[in-house]
């Protein structure tokens, strides 16, 4: 597990862009509490997905409102899917991998 911020640096109903190992990586925090990590860029387009629209199903790219699931990463709008990354939450750390 590797830490990668504060989840008070995410508001909730919102993503934000993570450099892991020279990956970049979109955590969401949902409005439920529950967080979700995946690619941060579109591959349509290359669009930041952490700052697209969520909900607690799915995230729409600002670009082109190409939309994925959160839980899974399948493409919702016949792109291709996104990687999910595991993620959680112990005290206030965002924790990602296994």
Request: charged share 20%.
């Amino acid at each position: 597990m590797t830490v990668i911020g504060s989840i008070h640096d995410i508001p909730p109903g919102e993503g934000r862009a993570f450099a892991v190992d020279g990956d970049t990586i979109a955590v969401f925090r949902l409005r439920d509490g529950s967080v979700r990590a995946l690619s941060a860029v579109c591959p349509h387009k290359g669009g930041p997905l952490a700052d697209g629209q969520i909900d607690l199903k799915q995230v729409v790219c600002p670009l082109h409102l190409n939309a994925w699931d959160l839980a899974t990463g399948c493409s919702l709008s016949g792109q291709s899917d996104l990687t999910v990354y595991p993620v959680r939450i112990d005290n206030d750390d965002i924790l990602l991998g296994d």
